[in-house]
Structures are given as structure tokens and as C-alpha cells.
């Protein structure tokens, strides 16, 4: 080749990487392939070393997580890497994370998952709200991780969206605002003094990251994989164009009525910073402020709630609810999703077969999400204190209940089997319970402090 050629392919080659939006240029090498300059180990003991061009953390016994951090913090960025993982392992990439007085990691971690539950590539935040988009939102992804080989992750975190890849497949579209900034770090899981699971590895290697010119490098997000947001009293720009609405928009009491009145209760709620609260009493079924209801009824629909328990708490969300059923006192009637601590409430153990528990259709059928999928062992409650997410999806006459986006009930109204249901509970009394097409929605006070937000609702054709 010439030197008129030689120079004409390289003005070429470097259009062609400009114009791609992938020019190396833009990417910055987190890791040199020899040593760990620029990283720092944080909380555990667990340990880490270069070998072979790729960083290897070593698991180790009676240690709590170790994580190896980058010096420097970012905040929007677009990050890539490699990772593999020996079998029995569990580990993440901390993303935007930080840590406190005593060294201990919080914040975002995008998830390397070896289990049968097969969530890598879902979003976890550590040491505070725990998953906030598992891969049940998104199980077309569950395929995508290869266990114990090599599998490439991609990483947008650009303002409050979070996008994640791995090995080329979207897995997670989270919206959240909690964390702008921090460090990147790589974790060894601890492994409590399980000797079996000791000396196994991670490596990660190709571990490189983008802060400039992110717009046109950014990947688009099919419209199929779920945006799950976590934005207060808000809703995004795609919630938007799907027809979501807030029921509740944080601020005022409008579009809601005490259930047996014509106007909001003038006691027992109260709204506290973007915060629905109804206040604590003495444990009574509408004892204090009583129940309150959409001024509006619905029938097909897909309903998200957030909610927060107090120690010892009982609540509800209803719906189909009818107003006018229940002349006496205590709570309006409706099918409910029920809300409850189940290791100091009572309840819990009334009832049949878990049929009150929290995340059950109250008194007919329990919460149990290995109904739906063999792996999910436990049910995904945040716990006491912290913020739970509701969902509900009516379609005709199919009804399903999420906890945290986990499906814990699924039932079919209007037939015989749903008939038997209502006739060996207490609602059996109440003439076409549950077969209603449309009514309103709930939220009880059974006397007890809980808290509401996010109350967002999407009608169905």
C-alpha cells in the first residue's frame, strides 16, 4: 500500500470510530491489567489480587462483603466490564456507591446472580431499600448471564436512569433519584464459615467506563422491558405516554373521600412531605378517621401502591370496593390486599393457611410466590420501617397481587371456584362479593400508623 493510501484508510478508520459513537478516545481504563492502583478495599477481609490481566477476589470464610472501590467517584457514566464467577458464589458491581464512618458500602449494585433465581444484570441497592428491580420485572432477560464463563455487562447511569445490559441483552430500566454520585466497586459476598464455598474466585477484566458524550453513545431500551420508577409523586415521561396517573398526587386531598362521607376526613390522616399518613389509634377497624376511597370507580386496571409499616401494623388496599354494603361499622367491604406485620401481628396466624398475611388476598387466599416460580423461597418484604411496593392488576375478571415485583396471588373471579373461596370466609354474607365490574379503591385504617405514596394507576382497555 502507498502512503496516499496508508493515510486515506486511517482518515477513514477514524471517521468510521467517530462516528460510531464508540471512539477510544471517549473510554477510560478503570483497570491497568497489572496492578490495583487507583482501587481501595472497603469493609470485609476478603481478598483481592491481579493475575493472569484480570482483578480476582478470593472468598473467604467468617468475613462480611469486601469490596474493592475505585478511588475516584462518578457520577453519570456508562460503564463495561467482564466478569465470571465460580459456582455457589454470589457478587455485584457497586455502582454511584459510598460508604459510611465505619467503611461499611451503600448504594446501587448491578447483580451477578450464580442461583437458579437467575437475576444478573437486575439492580439491588446495598445496605439500604434491597432489590428494587429484580428480574421478575423483566424475565426474558433470566437467560442472558452465563454461569462460570465469561459474561459482559454494560452499565448507563445517566441523571435518575439506570440501564443494564449483559451480554448484549437489556435487563433492568430503573428510575430512581436516591444517589447522583460515588465510587464503582467490585464485591466478594461473604460467605459466612461455609468451608465448601472458601477459596473460590471473581474475576473481572476490560473494566472501562465513559463520562463524556454519553448522549449519543447511549443505547436505545426496548419499549417491551419494563421501566420501573421509583420517583416520588411523580411520573416519568414514559408512564406517561403509557397512561399512568396519579391517583394521589401528593400534595392535597383531592380525588379522595372518607368512605361513608362526602368530603376527606377531618381527622386520622394527615399528609406529611409527599407522605399519606393515617395515624396511629387503638388498632380498631375504621376507629379513628376511618377508611378513605377514590371519588372515581375503575374496572380494568393496573395499580402500584408504596407503602410503610410501623411495628405491629395492619392495613389494607382494596378494590371493587362498594360503599353502601356495609351499613354497620368497621371497614368498607372489597377484595384487599393486605398489609401486615406478620411476626407481631395476630391476624397472621388466623385465617387459613396464611390466607391473612401480608401481600394476600385478605381471608381467601395466601401470599405465596412459589406458586408462580419454585425458586423465590421467601417473600420479598423490605421490612418494618421501610417503603413496599404494591401492585395490583385487574384484567376482566383475572386478578393478580405483586410484592415488591414479586406475583404472590393469582385468582379468577366470577366462577364457581371463586364462589367457594368467598363461601368458606367471612365475606361470604356480602351478596356478590368480589363478582362486581367495577368500584372503588381503598385505603383502609385499621388504627394502626402506615404510609402511603407513589399512588399511580393505569386503566385497561
Not at 486511517?10 to 460510531?20: I, T, V
Not at 477459596?199 to 443505547?219: C, F, Q, V
Not at 420501573?228 to 396519579?246: D, F, I, P, R
Not at 404472590?408 to 373461596?421: G, K, L, S
Request: proline fraction near 2%; hydrophobic fraction near 35%; aromatic fraction near 10%.
Amino acid at each position: 500500500m502507498n502512503k496516499r493510501n496508508l493515510i486515506l484508510g486511517a482518515l477513514l478508520l477514524g471517521f468510521g470510530l467517530m462516528s460510531n459513537g464508540q471512539s477510544s478516545s471517549k473510554w477510560m481504563e478503570l483497570f491497568n491489567s497489572k496492578n490495583l492502583r487507583g482501587w481501595k478495599s472497603l469493609q470485609g477481609t476478603a481478598d483481592f489480587k491481579v493475575e493472569d490481566g484480570n482483578i480476582v477476589g478470593i472468598s473467604k470464610t467468617n468475613t462480611s462483603s469486601t469490596f474493592l472501590v475505585t478511588k475516584k467517584r462518578y457520577g453519570d457514566f456508562i460503564l463495561e466490564y467482564e466478569m465470571k464467577m465460580d459456582s455457589g458464589l454470589n457478587s455485584g458491581v457497586q455502582i454511584r456507591s459510598n460508604s459510611n464512618e465505619n467503611g461499611n458500602v451503600y448504594g446501587y449494585q448491578v447483580e451477578c446472580d450464580d442461583s437458579d433465581r437467575r437475576w444478573s444484570g437486575g439492580i439491588y441497592e446495598q445496605s439500604a431499600r434491597g432489590w428494587l428491580y429484580p428480574l421478575e420485572y423483566n424475565k426474558a432477560s433470566k437467560a442472558a448471564f452465563k454461569n462460570g464463563q465469561w459474561n459482559k455487562y454494560r452499565v448507563e447511569a445517566i441523571g435518575n436512569s439506570i440501564r443494564t445490559w449483559v451480554n448484549e441483552v437489556p435487563t433492568s430500566n430503573l428510575v430512581d433519584a436516591t444517589s447522583a454520585e460515588g465510587f464503582i466497586g467490585l464485591q466478594v459476598h461473604g460467605i459466612g464459615s461455609d468451608e465448601e464455598l472458601a477459596g473460590k474466585s471473581i474475576r473481572w477484566r476490560n473494566i472501562h467506563i465513559m463520562t463524556d458524550e454519553l448522549k449519543g453513545a447511549r443505547r436505545d431500551m426496548p419499549a417491551e422491558v419494563r421501566e420501573v420508577s421509583y420517583l416520588e409523586n411523580q411520573l416519568t415521561q414514559k408512564e406517561e405516554a403509557e397512561g399512568w396517573k396519579l391517583l394521589w398526587d401528593g400534595k392535597t386531598t383531592d380525588g379522595w373521600r372518607g368512605v361513608k362521607l362526602d368530603r376527606f376526613p377531618a381527622k386520622g390522616w394527615h399528609i406529611d412531605q409527599g407522605t399519606l399518613v393515617v395515624k396511629k389509634a387503638d388498632g380498631a377497624e375504621s376507629g379513628n378517621g376511618g377508611d378513605i376511597v377514590t371519588v372515581d370507580q375503575y374496572k380494568n386496571f393496573i395499580l402500584e401502591v408504596d407503602f410503610k409499616m410501623t411495628d405491629g401494623a395492619n392495613s389494607g388496599i382494596k378494590y371493587f370496593v362498594q360503599g353502601d354494603i356495609n351499613k354497620g361499622g368497621g371497614s368498607a367491604i372489597g377484595c384487599e390486599f393486605q398489609i401486615l406485620d406478620d411476626k407481631k401481628h395476630p391476624d397472621a396466624k388466623k385465617g387459613l393457611l396464611g390466607n391473612r398475611t401480608l401481600g394476600s388476598l385478605y381471608d381467601l387466599i395466601p401470599a405465596n410466590g412459589q406458586m408462580f416460580d419454585k425458586n423465590l423461597k421467601v417473600k420479598r418484604f423490605n421490612g418494618i420501617g421501610k417503603w413496599n411496593r404494591a401492585r395490583i392488576e385487574v384484567r376482566g375478571n383475572k386478578v393478580s397481587h405483586y410484592l415488591n415485583g414479586i406475583k404472590v396471588v393469582e385468582y379468577e373471579r366470577n366462577t364457581q371456584m371463586w364462589d367457594a373461596f368467598v363461601n368458606y370466609s367471612k365475606y361470604r354474607k356480602w351478596e356478590g362479593f368480589g363478582n362486581f365490574e367495577r368500584g372503588h379503591i381503598l385505603l383502609q385504617d385499621h388504627g394502626d400508623e402506615v404510609c402511603f405514596r407513589n399512588v399511580k394507576i393505569r386503566e385497561l382497555p
